[in-house]
Nanobody, 124 residues
């Protein structure tokens, strides 16, 4: 079992920045690829970014490429999502997730464990 806890969400003006954190406990953190997803009210959960087991590969949704940066600190068992130039449409609950496998990381079904989410609100 892997337990994931997100933090860092909040209210920010458009153009501002936030850094989300995902603290992991349980099984060895470095054994899992990790991802961030967002879900707006009444919408499906969609891919934001993912990072490979040791951070060597990173993947981003087109809509956040160049604005968001995913990273992980193996020693701290923590993953991060630095979000810059935020837009109103980035408003959503953000979830971190862990995957035993390292492919199809843009798919919800690739992940084995999920956090409970942190809310991000971007005012326009």
């Amino acid at each position: 079992q892997v337990q994931l806890v997100e933090s860092g969400g909040g209210l920010v003006q458009a153009g501002g920045s936030l850094r989300l954190s995902c603290a992991a406990s349980g099984r060895t953190f470095s054994n899992y690829a990790m991802g961030w997803f967002r879900q707006a009210p009444g919408k499906e959960r969609v891919f934001v970014a993912a990072i490979s087991w040791r951070g060597g590969s990173r993947y981003y949704a087109d809509s956040v490429q160049g604005r968001f940066t995913i990273s992980r600190d193996i020693a701290k068992n923590t993953m991060y999502l630095q979000m810059n130039s935020l837009r109103h449409e980035n408003t959503a609950d953000y979830y971190c997730a862990a995957a035993r496998r390292g492919w199809s990381l843009d798919q919800v079904g690739a992940y084995d464990y999920w956090g409970r989410g942190t809310q991000v609100t971007v005012s326009s």
